[in-house]
């Protein structure tokens, strides 16, 4: 599986450009004393702003696609890629998925992902979940999963559409 969020962190750790472009965007309170870049610093000052994220987007969406039409082709001979995006239709991204399935989960599920995945604190979870602008191009999804049950009914789903699409 490959995931957005993680391909980003990876350029933010490995791109010396972007971090001087950061730097010159946001200023040197987004950095830790080390000089590696304090993502909680940086959300805070993107998910507040749509300004300021739309200024982050447009520094790493075209890095973020770079790398993950690179790492497709590199994956061509696998039976199956999963791309793990919610940036998929802010970006160009969804031309490269052969089915698109959206995974609907209201506003406390996803907060109890991210308190997960990220370790946030409830006020950073609505900071984000507000000052997120996730498009979603209805037309170009192929199946649609309500994460809004148990895990084991989010699993139905899944193998329903493993089933519809023979992987």
């Known amino acids: 599986m490959l995931d957005v969020d993680r391909l980003a962190k990876e350029i933010y750790c490995t791109d010396t450009e972007?971090?001087?472009?950061?730097?010159?965007?946001?200023?040197?309170?987004?950095?830790c004393p080390d000089g590696t870049l304090d993502y909680k610093i940086l959300a805070q000052k993107v998910f507040s702003s749509k300004k300021e994220l739309e200024k982050l987007n447009n520094l790493m969406f075209?890095?973020?696609?770079q790398k993950l039409n690179s790492l497709v082709n590199k994956n061509k001979e696998r039976k199956c890629v999963i791309i793990d995006a919610a940036i998929l239709f802010n970006t160009n991204?969804?031309?490269?998925?052969?089915?698109i399935i959206w995974v609907r989960a209201d506003e406390n599920k996803r907060g109890q992902y991210l308190r997960k995945k990220?370790?946030?604190s409830d006020y950073e979870v609505a900071m984000r979940l507000k000052g997120q602008h996730i498009k979603i191009r209805k037309k170009y999804v192929n199946f649609i999963i309500?994460?809004?049950?148990?895990?084991?009914?989010?699993?139905?789903?899944?193998?329903?559409?493993?089933?519809?699409?023979k992987i």
Do not use: P, T, W
């Not at 075209?62 to 696609?65: Q, T, Y």
């Not at 991204?93 to 089915?99: A, G, T």
């Not at 809004?148 to 193998?159: A, D, F, H, I, P």
């Open 118 to 120: 990220q370790s946030l």
């Open 18 to 31: 972007i971090l001087g472009e950061l730097r010159s965007s946001f200023g040197d309170s987004i950095f």
């Open 93 to 99: 991204l969804y031309k490269l998925c052969d089915y």
């Open 62 to 65: 075209c890095r973020i696609e």
């Open 146 to 165: 309500n994460n809004y049950g148990s895990k084991r009914n989010l699993q139905e789903q899944v193998e329903r559409f493993v089933q519809k699409i």
